[in-house]
């Protein structure tokens, strides 16, 4: 993970609306994304889209991905993990964890799995990179290496009260994905491709979009001490919904918006997802893009989260082969600069372009 330190060295993204950032997940821009006046044509989004997402912090792409392709990367998801969807209790067998991390990461259903070919064709989908152009008003992204996750029935050996004593009912406290203390507060864009369809009683997430509304003027009202990180309001009068989302459907939300993952109640079901966001492009942060593409060419485990452990038992670069990308994958990846050709080591052979300088 690529920690940033006290002085941290601020990267400009390689694009022509300024977003700074030094680590490749949270940017300083002029303007917050719920401010942000485009200057580019809507790609998939409608206008009534990118109105709710800058109202109410997130928006609902339907079909981003085939639902076929979805249903697929389910069945990877069981195959990697050994599980078989038709045997509830394997589900829930006793194995060893390495660390509490690995276990707290075994309850919530996170599938250890970065670089397979099926994740990289979500990623590299023109539609799912269009839907994130729109968002960011900015068409030169890199795209995030994360995981599946597939979240059986919370109990048992999955059981979150075994990882978080005051998590047993379905009202899990929301949290931001940003310090909302900040006076200026970066802006971050998360996002998921729904794997299955939901249901009430599987859980999955949620969120506040009313307190996202109105979140300059609760704030002024809340003490000085208040957490930063997890708000603690009344749920009558800034109610908490759950998208419904269906296979293929892409979410994508604010890092402003307070969301969670409810706890999976039912006696079978399973809330299945994708990881899948996208952020502007640091070409000039050599060592975040290099980590990256050694990262994809040998199926390592992804460096730029501390709860990315790789799998416990048969590690992915031991099973399956590098994933083929196309040109826009090459892009979204850093293998080749959205400015200048890059050779096949992943060499920039020319640099200047218009990637400013650093900050």
Aim: proline share 7%.
């Amino acid at each position: 993970m690529f920690a940033p330190s006290r002085r941290a060295r601020l990267f400009r993204s390689a694009s022509d609306r300024p977003y700074f950032s030094s680590d490749g997940e949270s940017y300083l821009a002029q303007h917050t994304l719920r401010e942000l006046t485009k200057s580019r044509p809507l790609r998939v989004l409608s206008e009534e889209d990118f109105a709710h997402w800058q109202t109410y912090g997130y928006v609902v792409v339907r079909e981003a991905v085939p639902a076929g392709h979805a249903r697929r990367m389910l069945d990877f998801a069981w195959q990697f993990q050994g599980l078989d969807p038709r045997d509830p209790a394997g589900w829930f067998a006793d194995r060893p964890f390495r660390s509490e991390l690995e276990q707290q990461l075994h309850v919530y259903g996170f599938v250890e799995a970065y670089h397979h070919q099926l994740l990289w064709d979500s990623r590299q989908d023109q539609r799912v990179y269009d839907a994130f152009v729109d968002v960011w008003d900015c068409e030169e992204l890199w795209v995030t290496l994360d995981r599946l996750n597939l979240n059986p029935p919370n109990r048992g050996t999955r059981d979150r009260a075994l990882v978080d004593p005051a998590d047993r009912g379905p009202d899990v406290r929301l949290h931001w994905d940003i310090d909302t203390s900040l006076g200026v507060p970066p802006q971050r864009v998360q996002g998921i491709i729904a794997l299955n369809e939901t249901a009430p009683e599987t859980g999955g997430f949620h969120c506040s979009p009313e307190l996202f509304r109105r979140f300059d003027a609760w704030r002024l009202a809340q003490p000085a001490d208040r957490d930063p990180l997890r708000p603690d309001f009344d749920r009558a009068e800034l109610p908490v919904v759950r998208p419904e989302l269906h296979p293929g459907d892409l979410l994508i939300w604010n890092g402003l918006l307070a969301h969670g993952v409810a706890r999976n109640l039912s006696e079978q079901g399973v809330r299945a997802v994708q990881y899948l966001s996208m952020m502007p492009a640091l070409e000039e942060h050599e060592q975040l893009r290099r980590s990256r593409i050694d990262s994809w060419r040998h199926l390592h485990t992804p460096r730029w989260n501390r709860t990315l452990v790789g799998d416990p038992v048969l590690h992915e670069s031991k099973r399956y082969s590098t994933a083929r990308l196309n040109e826009l994958g090459g892009k979204l990846l850093g293998l080749s600069s959205w400015y200048e050709p890059v050779d096949l080591a992943g060499q920039a052979v020319g640099r200047a372009g218009r990637c400013a300088a650093s900050a």
